[in-house]
């Protein structure tokens, strides 16, 4: 993993050149990517295509014999992923959660903030306005400006309009795009890649309230609940419960990645009280359209039962329980089909392909309109690389047009 994360961690972080494209600029790019691989030999060419395109399941039958482990860490190669264990390309899934680090030089390593996720963009909101920056929230944009194929702006949902000359978008592809835009400022083929967009999910997150940190039935003496409390069987159960949710029933036994960040940070619950985070799978990916809420509630129910199981007592300590489904990820939240990603992390959706093949650059039809959401390149999980990234192109197009002035 250390050797595949020296040869894609450098890739997460340039722009996608245009691969096909004949204008000597873009063949310049492809060239430069070409030169950037130069010193790959057979073996890494070979390790890398295998990554591509092999299943999870089969990537860590080289490697491990437990069924347990194999279980446990397959995980990384489903988060929010619709796909099963065994199908091809979750093991790029795993690679893409496993070659970061959190600034520690730690390949793999996951932080918790302090203050949760909200401190993060605290965090954030501070720095952008020690800039000057102006921050609204709940100000929704209806539509965006465009003159001329240039955007000047953005309308909000209450008519105030927006103007400026750089316009940057963080919404879902199919939200800015097939929404806020109306269809004949776009490409024909542009707006049917759009259209086509995978954005497929069978996540629901259950936030949990404690009392007291759970007591494990094997080990009653164990405290350390900083890393991950997994539910996690087998291959064959994971591979089992992605089957049902595909044929439209919600998994009979989830399988759920849990943390509970208030060991590290106490601050997010009263003193002795716990929060606990459980990212689960699979439901239908059909319930961000129509979400039957009984059903819902029974899958939660079935995963607190699993944690039960290994830690009797569980479910008696729960203070209160947030379940939230597919439907309200995309309803409230901006997240199409309910995916984390704004977009499957499938091979042909990555790369030069994300969100469309000759956009992947950050760079839209729209002159003066960027897009950094999750959905480009580098997007999926909390990276900031589409938007470091993103921004790195509006500074190059704007030295440019000053050059040409």
């Not at 722009?15 to 010193?39: N, V």
């Not at 730690?106 to 909200?118: A, N």
């Not at 164990?222 to 949710?245: H, M, R, V, Y």
């Not at 995963?303 to 309200?328: C, M, N, T, W």
């Amino acid at each position: 993993m250390g050797g595949i994360a020296d040869v894609l961690g450098p890739v997460m972080m340039m722009t996608p050149p245009h691969l096909g494209s004949k204008r000597p600029g873009d063949l310049l790019d492809t060239l430069r990517l070409a030169w950037r691989f130069r010193g790959f030999d057979v073996k890494t060419v070979g390790e890398v295509t295998r990554l591509f395109t092999m299943s999870v399941a089969d990537l860590l039958d080289r490697f491990f014999e437990s069924d347990e482990i194999k279980a446990a860490m397959s995980i990384n190669g489903l988060i929010g992923t619709w796909a099963g264990p065994r199908e091809p390309g979750t093991g790029y899934v795993m690679v893409h959660h496993s070659i970061g680090d959190v600034g520690d030089g730690t390949l793999g390593s996951w932080g918790v903030p302090e203050g949760g996720m909200g401190g993060v963009a605290d965090v954030l909101e501070r720095s952008a306005k020690s800039f000057g920056a102006e921050i609204r929230t709940s100000a929704r944009v209806d539509k965006v400006l465009i003159s001329d194929g240039k955007a000047q702006g953005v309308v909000l949902e209450g008519g105030e309009e927006l103007r400026a000359p750089i316009v940057v978008t963080a919404c879902h592809p199919q939200i800015t795009f097939l929404r806020q835009i109306d269809r004949h400022e776009l490409p024909e083929d542009f707006v049917r890649d759009i259209e086509i967009w995978s954005s497929r999910s069978g996540t629901v997150k259950v936030n949990l309230a404690l009392s007291s940190l759970p007591k494990l039935a094997e080990k009653p003496e164990w405290s350390d609940f900083s890393g991950g409390f997994e539910i996690a069987p087998s291959i064959e159960q994971l591979e089992t419960s992605f089957e049902e949710a595909r044929h439209g029933t919600a998994a009979s036994l989830p399988f759920s990645d849990g943390c509970i960040p208030t060991v590290l940070d106490p601050s997010l619950a009263p003193e002795g009280a716990h929060v606990m985070s459980l990212f689960t799978q699979w439901v239908p990916h059909t319930w961000s359209d129509e979400q039957p809420q009984d059903e819902l509630e029974a899958y939660a129910d079935r995963v607190v039962d699993a944690y039960e199981q290994v830690a009797p007592g569980f479910k008696g300590s729960i203070l209160a329980r947030q379940v939230v489904g597919p439907y309200e990820v995309e309803h409230e939240w901006g997240l199409i089909g309910g995916n984390i990603f704004h977009g499957e992390l499938s091979a042909n959706q990555l790369f030069h392909m994300r969100p469309a093949p000759g956009y992947a650059d950050y760079r839209t039809p729209v002159q003066g309109l960027y897009q950094c959401s999750s959905a480009t390149h580098g997007g999926g999980g909390v990276t900031g690389i589409p938007a470091y990234a993103c921004v790195r192109e509006i500074r190059a197009d704007r030295k440019r047009c000053r050059g040409k002035g």
